[in-house]
């Protein structure tokens, strides 16, 4: 069975930073991509960063210029810094990681999540 292990979240003042990090574990296959979505309490949960195997990334508009995903492909972990962290980035953040199945078809698996919770 595949297991995605998260670290790194926390309680953090508001300006604060951290790392997430995420890695599959129990399976090996080949992945399209993998990234971070949060949700935050009474919320939809919202794609925060992904990050495709060649290396082209997207963002959620909020988190432009103070998150960072970045991958380690050999090991197959991603990390999301989080910089200048605002209240509003208060959530659970889940990691996600995106196979490759047949025929140009994917097929998600999800982290349990690790909580953020950026307050004074």
């Known amino acids: 069975q595949v297991q995605l292990v998260e670290s790194g979240g926390g309680l953090v003042q508001p300006g604060g930073s951290l790392r997430l990090s995420c890695a599959p574990s129990?399976?090996?296959?080949?992945?399209?991509?993998m990234g971070w979505y949060r949700q935050a309490p009474g919320k939809q949960r919202e794609l925060v960063a992904t990050?495709?195997?060649?290396?082209?990334?997207t963002y959620a508009d909020s988190v432009k210029g103070r998150f960072a995903i970045s991958r380690d492909n050999g090991k197959n972990i991603v990390y999301l810094q989080m910089n200048s962290l605002k209240p509003e980035d208060t959530a659970v953040y889940y990691c996600n990681v995106r196979r490759y199945l047949s025929w140009g078809n994917t097929y998600d698996y999800w982290g349990q999540g690790t909580q953020v919770t950026v307050s004074a």
């Open positions: 990050i495709i195997n060649g290396g082209s990334i």
């Open positions: 129990g399976s090996d296959f080949s992945i399209y991509a």
